[in-house]
């Protein structure tokens, strides 16, 4: 069965870096992409953005353009979210998620367990 | 504020039909496929309509999608308490090459 786990929760000062990992299994990591949702406390989802695990290609939300990097490790079937310069509004749970495609048009079909991560002084 | 639109609550008693608008623009709902999901209290989103109308194995036919120009709707019937979550619309949006959330609707089940 599709698996997504992710790394646990994180406490970060304002202007510092997180990095979240997404662990896939249960399907062929490079025959799908990973998208990355965040869910600020009380509030709605807020996708942030796409890797190809296949090529690496990457398409960020223009919100966060300059401040986030996606990667992955096809090795280890392993996703990774580094957000820098975090401010007190990046403060929520990240989910990584898989992107199935059929015939062109993608969609998310599984989701993460999600990580917390605080912006705290 | 999100980029599509939902109420932020609706409610129904167990048996009871209920639906949710989902509301957007020529660039997302227009001109893109509808995705419905379920999050339940303190877990992640698990996709309950994808491609408008379609439910992936698993999802009870209680559940139903539809769409017309740039909204679409989701469609609970035979409510029951455990689908008691926030329900979130999503579709591609052109302009922005992204995707693009409703804010979400609380269903309480009274």
């Known amino acids: 069965q599709v698996q997504l786990v992710q790394s646990g929760a994180e406490v970060k000062k304002p202007g510092a870096s997180v990095k979240v990992s997404c662990k896939a299994s249960?399907?062929?990591?490079?025959?799908?992409?990973i998208s990355w949702v965040r869910q600020a406390p009380g509030q709605g989802l807020e996708w942030m953005g796409w890797?190809?695990?296949?090529?690496?290609?990457?398409n960020y939300a223009q919100k966060l353009q300059g401040r986030v990097t996606m990667t992955t490790d096809t090795s280890t079937s392993t996703a990774y979210m580094e957000l820098r310069s975090l401010r007190s509004d990046d403060t929520a749970v990240y989910y990584c998620?898989?992107?199935?495609?059929?015939?062109?048009?993608?969609?998310?079909?599984?989701w993460g367990q999600g990580t917390l991560v605080t912006v705290s002084s | 504020q999100s980029v599509l639109t939902q109420p932020p609550s609706a409610s129904g008693t167990p048996g009871q039909r209920v639906t949710i608008s989902c509301s957007g623009s020529?660039?997302?709902?227009?001109?893109?496929?509808v995705y419905w999901y379920q999050q339940l209290p303190g877990t992640a989103p698990k996709l309950l309509i994808y491609?408008?109308?379609q439910r992936p194995s698993g999802v009870p036919d209680r559940f139903s999608g539809s769409k017309s120009g740039t909204s679409a709707s989701l469609a609970i019937s035979g409510l029951r308490s455990e689908d008691e979550a926030d329900y979130y619309c999503?579709?591609?949006?052109?302009?922005?090459?992204?995707?693009?959330f409703g804010g979400g609707t609380k269903l309480p089940v009274l």
């Open positions: 998620a898989r992107d199935s495609c059929t015939g062109g048009v993608c969609f998310i079909d599984y």
């Open positions: 249960g399907y062929t990591f490079t025959s799908y992409g």
């Open positions: 890797i190809s695990a296949y090529n690496g290609n990457t």
């Open positions: 020529s660039s997302n709902i227009g001109s893109n496929y």
């Open positions: 491609r408008n109308n």
């Open positions: 999503a579709s591609w949006d052109d302009s922005l090459s992204g995707w693009v």
